[in-house]
């Protein structure tokens, strides 16, 4: 039986307040709508951290800079290149099998960056060399491996951020020069992917890149924004649409414009449940 998600737009049925609550939801629809012909219009600039590249929006016109260059998916793909030997021996460490990791040492050795390559490939040979004589993957053989990869792990994720800073940081400057937007007007989106600490990664850069933007001094939270679903520039759009209207909304009737922040309302939450435990002497 497929479940879906139940539309609770006109909750509580068979209630008044079920309509007012209808209502409510066709006014908000309205207002979202607003904000989306405004972003086309070029009122705000959306950039959007998605797969290897920056997506920019400004109006009609949009724009593509590429991040992750080849030396960015060789680091990434040389750590993957270790679990990939890993799968390949547990199934087996047949003459045919051991021959296939050969073949993919040689070839890690000879692809940039150089010295990590090296080092990638002269660990995998040693573990080679430890199980030429057995019929299945020892345990002390895969543990030991394991240990002399740590270091490796920790050069590649480190050149990985180098690139990824310099990169997003240095194509965030030039469109900034090539554009004429304050950085009130700006939302940057990352799009959620198979891999959410690469996307943790650009969360962070882009705040630390409105922290230093001397004009922005305060709702940087707001203007960088996390589309966990998202897979096109109309769901940044949706996205961005509805942060504008419920921060414009909050402040209005709230007199606090972050009212409707889900940070917000996850601390009082966390307060809520804190309570709840111990009002109920739970555990």
Request: with cysteine; hydrophobic share 40%; aromatic share 8%.
């Amino acid at each position: 039986m497929a479940i879906i998600v139940e539309d609770s737009i006109r909750e509580p049925k068979g209630n008044p307040l079920g309509e007012i609550n209808a209502q409510f939801h066709r006014f908000y629809q309205v207002e979202k709508a607003k904000a989306v012909t405004s972003i086309n219009d070029g009122e705000v600039m959306l950039i959007c951290r998605i797969d290897s590249r920056l997506i920019v929006k400004a109006g009609s016109e949009v724009k593509e800079y590429v991040i992750n260059d080849e030396r960015y998916q060789n680091l990434k793909a040389m750590s993957h290149a270790t679990l990939a030997v890993y799968y390949q021996l547990r199934h087996s460490v047949d003459e045919t099998t051991r021959c296939q990791v050969k073949k993919w040492v040689s070839q890690i050795r000879q692809q940039a960056p150089l010295g990590l390559g090296k080092e990638v490939a002269d660990v995998t040979t040693k573990l080679l060399e430890r199980i030429s004589h057995s019929n299945v993957l020892p345990h002390s053989a895969m543990s030991m491996y394991q240990q002399e990869l740590e270091s490796i792990y920790a050069k590649l994720m480190t050149e990985a951020v180098n690139d990824e800073l310099d990169n997003l940081v240095s194509n965030l400057e030039r469109i900034c020069d090539e554009t004429d937007y304050p950085s009130s007007n700006i939302f940057m989106i990352v799009f959620g992917g198979h891999q959410p600490r690469y996307k943790a990664l650009a969360l962070q850069i882009f705040k630390k890149w409105f922290a230093g933007k001397e004009q922005h001094i305060s709702n940087r939270e707001h203007h960088v924004r996390y589309c966990e679903a998202g897979e096109t520039l109309e769901d940044a759009e949706d996205l961005v649409a509805t942060a504008m209207v419920d921060r414009e909304l909050a402040k209005s009737t709230m007199g606090y414009s972050e009212a409707l922040n889900k940070d917000v309302l996850s601390a009082v939450a966390e307060k809520a449940i804190e309570e709840y435990w111990f009002n109920n002497h739970l555990r």
